[in-house]
């Protein structure tokens, strides 16, 4: 599902494995709380966009961070 965003973090991560093996986890558990494809498919550019693992970091911490304010109002 995510395979080209996991092949990205690889390229960028490419010293620093464990790192992408970290954000690539974050992103499947994410994965699952998705329901809409459209949403998906943004989250894919956004994160393809980003020049560095620590864009990408910040970007799923604040993705999840809507998710769970979403969840709870």
Known sequence: MFIEVK?????I???NEMESH???KALNEIS???SNSEEEDCVLSILA???T????VQALLNMEKQ????RKD
């Open 67 to 70: 998710h769970n304010k979403g």
């Open 32 to 34: 699952d709380k998705i």
């Open 22 to 24: 970290l954000i690539y």
């Open 49 to 51: 966009e980003m020049q």
């Open 13 to 15: 991560s490419h010293y």
């Open 7 to 11: 092949r990205e973090i690889t390229i």
């Open 53 to 56: 693992t620590g864009d990408k």
